[in-house]
């Protein structure tokens, strides 16, 4: 999936020779969280808004070149990835060279996300399911032939917690049962952390755990 038409090129980043003052302008003008910085045409890396108010808008910015952040990806740069360095780096801008170092713009995070939110993970119809097994134990060929051979499709899969020995897995499954899928999930010693369907196994157990107390209280 390219993403270069998404490349956003309508700031021109500041140089050394920029004062702090007009970093905070900008940032008060934009609602971005760091502002590219080059010298001489070449990118050095991003300066935050929150560095940017603590120092005195008199200053130049090769004063404080120490806060330059120097983040960025590549337009070869896989799109998670991106959506990766996003994260990491608490920004709403992600500065984007080629292969020569040459600063072309940069990606927006809204952008990226609204991407990610058509991906068939979210776009697609279907049931979100977490489960659990031991780090050592659990494998995602498993998993998969787990939801097929329930009839079941299998629109995304990713590990969404590690805890100590324990993995979390959460799934998309489009078409079929998901009573069955968790059912078969169980058989296979995976814990099943939530299903967004009504679980028929857990019903059965509450309704025999209803019908034995009134049976011990007769």
């Known amino acids: 999936m ?6 956003i090129n309508d700031i021109k980043p500041l140089s050394l020779k920029n004062k702090i003052s007009d970093l905070k ?4 003008e934009l609602t971005y969280s760091h502002i590219p910085i080059e010298d001489n045409t070449v990118y050095l890396g991003c300066v935050s808004e929150t560095d940017a108010h603590c120092f005195e808008g008199s200053k130049l910015v090769s004063e404080v070149r120490y806060a330059i952040e120097g983040f960025f990806v590549r337009t070869s740069t896989n799109w998670l990835d991106v959506l990766e360095a996003f994260a990491k780096h608490d920004s709403n801008i992600m500065p984007v060279l080629n292969e020569n170092n ?9 952008d990226i996300i609204n991407l990610f939110n058509e991906t068939p993970f979210f776009s697609e119809a279907g049931n979100i399911l977490i489960i659990e097994k031991g780090i050592h134990d659990y494998s995602f060929s498993e998993i998969s032939q787990i939801v097929e051979s329930n009839d079941g499709k299998l629109l995304g899969a990713f590990i969404s917690k590690m805890d100590n020995d324990l993995v979390q897995v959460t799934l998309k499954v489009g078409h079929g049962g998901l009573n069955d899928i968790m059912h078969t999930f169980r058989r296979y010693s995976y814990n099943i952390i939530s299903g967004h369907e009504q679980d028929s196994y857990l019903e059965n157990l509450k309704y025999r755990s209803e019908y034995l107390n009134k049976y011990l209280n007769i």
Request: hydrophobic content about 35%; cysteine-free; aromatic content about 26%.
């Open 102 to 110: 040459t600063y072309l713009g940069y990606y927006e995070l809204n």
């Open 25 to 28: 302008l900008l940032f008060k």
């Open 2 to 7: 390219s993403l270069e038409q998404y490349i």
